[in-house]
């Protein structure tokens, strides 16, 4: 099992339709795409720019109702990828006791954003649906010298068009 870091949402082309990007935080830095609903997208990228809707969405809601009834996000694991479909559990704690909740991996990345709790996938599934960029920088960073990354994004986007959503569907 692997630790990944929640690189952001993107939108694959021509097809728009929005991806959530993970990056293993040690060893090969390997990047796993996962499809998602347009609402999951939206979602998540509120969470990771911090930004507070005037109502709360669903996964607010969640997160407000997990708080409530003190259960603490434990982490959320990508647990497997069968017929291009990727399952996860959600890790819940609450003293001494832990819960584990099967779920979309769409909806507990967007509730282990809000709550901070580390995403990990399980090693055979980055093995079949990870892979590793050419181009070891950070996504969407400048270098010192201030040149763009854009090599990044274009190698992204020609993983993107060699497979379709039905390949990694959430």
């Known amino acids: 099992m692997q630790e990944m870091e929640v690189v952001g949402v993107r939108v694959e082309l021509p ?5 959530v990007l993970l990056r293993e ?19 998540i990228s509120l969470a990771l720019e911090e930004a507070k809707p005037p109502r709360p969405m669903t996964h607010d ?19 497997e990828l069968s017929d291009r479909t990727f399952f996860a559990d959600l890790f819940l704690r609450r003293a001494d006791d832990t ?3 099967s779920s979309r991996p769409s909806d507990a990345i967007a509730i282990a954003v809000r709550s901070g709790a ?17 181009v070891e920088v950070e996504v969407g960073q400048d270098d010192d010298d201030g040149a763009d990354h854009e090599e990044v994004v274009e190698e992204f986007r020609q993983f993107i068009e060699e497979i379709n959503p039905e390949d990694f569907s959430s």
């Open 15 to 19: 097809t728009n339709a929005p991806i």
């Open 118 to 134: 580390p995403v990990y996938a399980a090693d055979d599934v980055l093995e079949e649906a990870g892979y590793i960029p050419e």
């Open 25 to 43: 935080r040690e060893g090969d830095a390997r990047l796993l795409p996962i499809f998602i609903g347009a609402p999951e997208a939206s979602s």
């Open 61 to 79: 809601l969640i997160s407000n109702i997990l708080d409530e009834v003190e259960l603490t996000v434990d982490r959320v694991v990508i647990t």
């Open 99 to 101: 819960f584990t909740i």
